[in-house]
Nanobody, 121 residues
Framework: QVQVVESGGGSVQPGGSLRLSCTAS????????MGWYRQAPGKQRELVGY???????KYADPVKGRFTITRDNTKNTTYLQMNSLKPEDTAVYYC???????????????WGQGTQVTVSS
């Protein structure tokens, strides 16, 4: 059994900051890439960015220079630091992780349940 859980969402004014966390737990052998997605009302889910096991990061153009993804492998956790937030960043933010379970020969992607971020004055 593997669980992926996001936390840290909330409401913030434009220009503010939030840090989201995403922690994987369960029978984990290894975690490869970890990603962040978001889905605004009436829109499709879109990639925000991801971080590889070697800590290479990639970001979508709308968040470059404002968002930073890091990870702490000792805690099976990835973080999304969001600065200079804009109203258009309002969305449900999801985390996913490419996880190889103990006793398994392959990895699979697991998703969290999402956390709401609202940017409004």
């Amino acid at each position: 059994q593997v669980q992926v859980v996001e936390s840290g969402g909330g409401s913030v004014q434009p220009g503010g900051s939030l840090r989201l966390s995403c922690t994987a737990s369960g029978t984990i052998f290894n975690i490869y890439a970890m990603g962040w997605y978001r889905q605004a009302p009436g829109k499709q889910r879109e990639l925000v960015g991801y971080i590889t096991s070697g800590e290479t990061t990639k970001y979508a153009d709308p968040v470059k220079g404002r968002f930073t993804i890091t990870r702490d492998n000792t805690k099976n956790t990835t973080y999304l630091q969001m600065n200079s937030l804009k109203p258009e960043d309002t969305a449900v933010y999801y985390c996913n992780a490419d996880i190889r379970r103990v006793w398994s020969d392959y990895s699979s992607w697991y998703w969290g349940q999402g956390t709401q971020v609202t940017v409004s004055s």
